[in-house]
């Protein structure tokens, strides 16, 4: 008999998309929150803008939160599933002698 390979063309979309959807913007998002914690601590005159550094820490923890959920997404969606074992059949006894005890 042959087995079946299952297709994991789904998996590999599935994994793309939460890269691309979640993972990307995440990425994007460190470099602004940083800089606007450090904006909101350091008020130079010169620097023409004034942000508060909540708006630093919210876009931190946007961006680790779609960091984990594309790395999570990722790990269900390509991990090997485990086949179910089938039950064992009715179990004979073997049909050669015992050996004589001693």
Same mark, same amino acid.
């Given at each position: 008999?042959?087995?079946?390979?299952?297709? @994991?063309?789904? /998996?590999?979309? &599935?994994?793309?998309?939460?890269?691309?959807?979640?993972? %990307?913007?995440?990425? !994007?998002?460190? !470099?602004?929150? &940083?800089?606007? +914690?450090?904006?909101?601590?350091?008020?130079?005159?010169?620097?023409?803008?004034?942000?508060?550094?909540?708006? &630093?820490?919210?876009?931190?923890?946007?961006?680790?939160?779609? +960091?984990?959920?594309?790395?999570?997404?990722?790990? %269900?969606?390509? @991990?090997?599933?485990?086949?179910?074992?089938?039950?064992? /059949?009715?179990?004979? *006894?073997?049909?050669?002698?015992? *050996?004589?005890?001693?």
């Amino acid at each position: 008999m042959e087995e079946k390979k299952p297709s @994991r063309t789904g /998996a590999i979309i &599935g994994t793309i998309a939460a890269i691309v959807l979640c993972g %990307l913007p995440g990425l !994007c998002l460190l !470099c602004p929150g &940083g800089v606007a +914690i450090l904006a909101g601590y350091v008020n130079y005159n010169n620097v023409g803008f004034d942000v508060p550094s909540w708006t &630093g820490y919210a876009s931190l923890c946007l961006s680790v939160i779609f +960091i984990i959920i594309a790395v999570v997404v990722s790990i %269900l969606l390509l @991990r090997k599933k485990k086949a179910p074992e089938a039950a064992p /059949a009715d179990v004979l *006894p073997p049909q050669e002698p015992l *050996p004589p005890a001693s």
